[in-house]
């Protein structure tokens, strides 16, 4: 079936999201998104932007109202992660870049929905968060970046293996409630800033942060056991890693490292995310290579002096 062209057309900026194009193009038309999607015959419900909300469309009828190819169309929409491990595209507009959403008011980028777009593609502007954080030091966020780039490598290469293990390192950073969602995708600048440092970590020494975060805190131990039923093996290492720290380090870890429920949105800097840091300035004094013992004591030590706190 085909239908008459729409009489206004903008044409879609680089990387556009195909939603956020319908949305401008319902406004060129005076209509309401809604109204338009019934036009195309895009149905009733939200506006499509994931390749498989494009799944039942009447392709004639909706590339002759817009004048644009299948092709053309679907490269606006974004991947179906539903079978990855970590969930790298968020489905709302989490950030955004000031710099374009000026010139084009309620424009949204493809690009900006993936966890590891840090800057505009168009325009090279640090993307802004919806939930800035108040501040976030250069460290954490230069970590934060190479994680960024791990985990794009990661799934550029498709290593399912790589993914899982970083989806293991964001679930033992989110039982400690610091990070609380841990999510790479958070729209929380600061949680997302954690996780992406945490995927960082996790690349070089998969578990050294981890243990150095479980010391004494058995019931995290068993909350993983519980989430991973099929990890076992992974957290019993962890478990014996934090053990042998408690072991050199006895009786200081309660009183210096509180896991209690803290409250969403208190700026109380975090002590996993000081624990990450200290595991990898050990790493890079050490080499990836080094004894783990001695890691692990060398970044006990570092997390002990830095006050355990990030300042
Ligand atoms: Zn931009």
Redesign the pocket.
């Not at 870049?97 to 959403?101: A, H, K, L, S, V």
């Not at 505009?120 to 502007?125: A, D, M, N, S």
């Given at each position: 079936m085909t239908v008459r062209p729409l009489p206004f057309r903008p044409p879609p900026a680089r990387d556009e999201l195909l939603s956020s194009w319908i949305g401008r193009l319902a406004k060129a038309n005076h209509c309401s998104a809604e109204e338009l999607c019934g036009y195309l015959g895009l149905g009733q419900g939200r506006v499509p932007e994931h390749i498989n909300d494009l799944g039942q469309v009447d392709w004639t009828r909706l590339c002759s109202a817009v004048q644009r190819t299948r092709d053309e169309i679907a490269a606006m929409s974004l991947p179906d992660t539903v079978h990855h491990a970590v969930r790298y595209v968020s489905r709302h507009d989490f950030q955004h870049?000031?710099?374009?959403?000026e010139q084009t008011p309620d424009l949204a980028?493809r690009h900006w929905r993936f966890a590891w777009s840090l800057t505009?593609?168009?325009?090279?502007?640090s993307l802004a968060a919806k939930y800035p954080a108040g501040a976030v030091s250069e460290r954490l966020l230069a970590r934060a970046a190479r994680g960024a780039q791990a985990l794009e490598t990661a799934v550029v290469n498709n290593n399912l293996r790589r993914l899982r293990r970083m989806e293991l390192t964001l679930h033992v950073v989110s039982m400690l409630d610091v990070g609380r969602s841990a999510s790479v995708i958070s729209a929380n600048e600061r949680e997302r800033s954690i996780a992406l440092a945490a995927v960082d970590v996790g690349k070089t020494r998969p578990l050294l942060g981890a243990a150095i975060i479980l010391r004494a805190n058995d019931r995290t131990v068993r909350g993983l056991r519980r989430a991973f039923p099929k990890h076992g093996r992974v957290i019993e290492r962890i478990r014996a890693m934090s053990h042998a720290l408690d072991r050199r380090l006895p009786g200081r870890w309660e009183t210096e490292h509180p896991t209690g429920q803290k409250t969403y949105g208190t700026s109380r800097p975090s002590a996993s995310e000081s624990a990450l840091q200290a595991a990898r300035q050990a790493i890079s004094e050490l080499g990836t290579e080094a004894d783990r013992q001695v890691l692990l004591a060398r970044a006990d030590a570092i997390w002990k002096r830095s006050g355990g706190i990030e300042s």
């Open positions: 870049c000031p710099g374009c959403t980028l505009c593609e168009t325009c090279g502007q």
